[in-house]
């Protein structure tokens, strides 16, 4: 008996990966701990082994994982992140089953168990093929893995993607009251639907224009004019003010500033204001960004009660 292509057939049976289960039924426990020991198979996870001269993909170590932890399971946290594509892949890998379910985690895997988790919809979506929680679930079990300066960025930006809202966030993270930095995520949920797209939008409305001194703005004010429809960072309807906030990546090159200038120009048109701030700006001087909006509110209120 040729053991090796007995082997073989079996990896290919399964898309390269089998489990010892499934090499056992086919080749005797003696004959497979050789090939094992030999390193012809090589043991990517407990009791999943792949082929040693296969090639290795992080398609298949995520496989892998999905059958050592079984059927019950999902791809999770950061882990789910990445298979959506918002996020690199990195170790340990996540897996979450249900509480009644024990399922050993290796040095390279962490499995999650939580109550009535099931893998299926709407709690977990198939993608690439592999099963793993749905998007608003990844972002709040993985909000607490992530290091704190990547959390609200990564939370505002799919959303602002269109891949979830903040309603489905806010319902997912109902369902985990316990969850690390809870009370920053629900602010972050909170900013995004305050209208807040980026963290610099986040940064000003957190430093600036919630101040208890500035009257209550609109985020992403939905303005038509001539050349199409346009949203403002900030707006004050009442007294047609608008600020627009200048991150560096969309507002640095001769083509950004040109395309800035005829949008403010259309908009003083209209009768409207604009104020532009930079990241610099808002981080280093918010009081001065403050005072600066309230001048120009208090002499834009003064000229409508004259006119």
């Avoid at 399971?73 to 379910?101: F, K, M, N, Y």
């Avoid at 009251?177 to 920053?184: E, I, M, S």
Wanted: overall charge positive; proline content about 6%.
């Amino acid at each position: 008996m040729d053991w090796r292509q007995v082997i073989s057939a079996v990896l290919d049976e399964h898309g390269g990966l089998a489990t010892r289960q499934e090499l056992l039924a086919r080749v005797p426990g003696s004959v497979l701990d050789g090939y094992i020991g030999r390193r012809t198979l090589i043991r990517l996870l407990p009791h999943v082994y792949r082929a040693a001269d296969g090639r290795m993909t992080e398609d298949l170590l995520l496989r892998a994982a999905l059958r050592h932890a079984g059927p019950a399971a999902a791809l999770s946290h950061t882990t789910a992140l990445a298979v959506w594509g918002v996020l690199p892949l990195e170790r340990p890998l996540h897996l979450t089953v249900d509480q009644s379910i024990r399922r050993a985690g290796a040095p390279d895997l962490i499995v999650h168990r939580r109550l009535r988790f099931s893998p299926e919809s709407p709690q977990c979506v198939v993608r690439r093929g592999l099963l793993i929680t749905d998007l608003p679930r990844s972002v709040v079990d993985g909000w607490p893995l992530l290091a704190p300066a990547d959390r609200r960025p990564l939370l505002l930006d799919v959303i602002r993607q269109g891949l979830t809202t903040a309603l489905h966030l806010r319902g997912a993270l109902a369902e985990r009251p316990n969850v690390g930095g809870h009370r920053l995520l629900a602010q972050a949920i909170d900013l995004a639907e305050d209208g807040c797209q980026s963290e610099l939008e986040a940064l000003g409305v957190l430093d600036v224009f919630r101040h208890p001194s500035v009257p209550r703005s609109v985020g992403q004010h939905r303005i038509v004019l001539p050349s199409g429809a346009i949203r403002l960072d900030r707006a004050w309807p009442e007294v047609k003010i608008a600020v627009e906030l200048d991150g560096a990546r969309h507002h640095t090159s001769p083509e950004d500033r040109r395309k800035d200038l005829a949008r403010d120009t259309a908009l003083a048109a209209l009768g409207w204001v604009v104020l532009r701030f930079t990241y610099a700006d808002v981080r280093r001087d918010p009081d001065l960004v403050r005072r600066r909006v309230l001048e120009v509110y208090a002499t834009r209120a003064s000229q409508l009660r004259v006119s």
